[in-house]
T-cell receptor, first 114, second 112 residues
Framework: DGGITQSPKYLFRKEGQNVTLSCEQN?????MYWYRQDPGQGLRLIYY???????QKGDIAEGYSVSREKKESFPLTVTSAQKNPTAFYLC?????????????FGPGTRLLVL | SQQGEEDPQALSIQEGENATMNCSYK?????LQWYRQNSGRGLVHLIL?????REKHSGRLRVTLDTSKKSSSLLITASRAADTASYFC????????????FGAGTRLAVHP
């Protein structure tokens, strides 16, 4: 089956801890995205990558970091600098990152702070 | 920043009725997309309408776009309980990479 997988489904973070959210796709897409969703709100872009070894900040990148070492993988690290990390995190991909493309989403990871 | 704003925020209807959701946006767009999200899940793409199109259909879905009013509507005809979800509009840029800007969504509840 082709698609995007995210793990874990739920993640708990302790104070001062960095945590990493996994995102993998087997759609052979070049572009990948990370969004944050807060209750009752739309999605806000954290980071995006249009090609391996390259990524750009989105609207709310502070306190987050990413890497894109492989085409299939785009992990997101929530650092201790992110003071309000509790949210639903969604990863997405599209073919090349062009302006007329649709995005394909993973099932999401819910991050909670202990 | 949120470009699109959906209206209403919540909508409750009976099965068989039609559901209409509206989206307004602020700046010029290349396209407008509608996505659906079941509770606690990822988003699923429903339909994309380009800025030079006025209406598009897909099954029970009908989307209109009025660029002069910077607004779009999503109509779901003959709704079913399985249509219960949140619906988001997302606007695509006139140039550059695929940076979609999402609205806050409309929560639709369809009662049997």
């Amino acid at each position: 089956d082709g698609g995007i997988t995210q793990s874990p489904k739920y993640l708990f973070r302790k104070e001062g801890q960095n945590v990493t959210l996994s995102c993998e796709q087997n759609l052979n897409h070049d572009a990948m995205y990370w969004y944050r969703q807060d209750p009752g709100q739309g999605l806000r872009l954290i980071y995006y990558s249009q090609i391996v070894n390259d990524f750009q900040k989105g609207d709310i990148a502070e306190g987050y970091s990413v890497s894109r070492e492989k085409k299939e993988s785009f992990p997101l690290t929530v650092t201790s600098a992110q003071k309000n990390p509790t949210a639903f995190y969604l990863c997405a991909s599209s073919i090349e990152g062009g302006p007329l493309e649709t995005q394909y989403f993973g099932p999401g990871t819910r991050l909670l702070v202990l | 920043s949120q470009q699109g704003e959906e209206d209403p925020q919540a909508l409750s209807i009976q099965e068989g009725e039609n559901a209409t959701m509206n989206c307004s946006y602020k700046t010029s767009i290349n396209n407008l997309q509608w996505y659906r999200q079941n509770s606690g899940r990822g988003l699923v793409h429903l339909i994309l309408i380009r800025s030079n199109e006025r209406e598009k259909h897909s099954g029970r879905l009908r989307v209109t776009l009025d660029t002069s009013k910077k607004s779009s509507s999503l109509l779901i005809t003959a709704s079913r309980a399985a249509d219960t979800a949140s619906y988001f509009c997302a606007t695509g840029p006139t140039r550059g990479y695929n940076k979609l800007i999402f609205g806050a969504g409309t929560r639709l509840a369809v009662h049997p």
